[in-house]
C-alpha cells in the first residue's frame, strides 16, 4: 500500500505485512477508518482509507 512521508516528501511503497487497521472515532461518534504503518527510518504513517477498502484489508486490528 502506498503511503506519502512527510520527512521523505515522498510517496512509499509498504508491504501487506506491516500494514495495522485501525479506527478514530471524534467527538461526536464519527467514524474514520484508517490504515497504520512504520517507515523503514521510523516514520509513523496514517492513510484514510474507506469503510470498504477497511473491511476489504487482511491486516490485524489495533
Known amino acids: ?3 506519502y512521508n512527510v520527512k521523505k516528501r515522498e510517496k512509499v511503497e ?9 479506527v478514530y472515532t471524534g467527538k461526536s461518534g464519527q467514524k474514520r477508518y484508517a490504515v497504520r504503518a512504520v517507515d523503514d527510518d521510523g516514520t509513523n ?3 484514510f482509507v474507506s469503510k470498504d477498502d477497511y473491511d476489504a484489508l487482511d491486516a490485524p486490528e489495533e
Do not use: V
Not at 508491504?15 to 487497521?21: A, E, M, N, R, V
Open 14 to 22: 509498504i508491504s501487506d505485512d506491516q500494514l495495522k487497521k485501525t
Open 1 to 3: 500500500m502506498q503511503f
Open 45 to 47: 504513517l496514517t492513510r
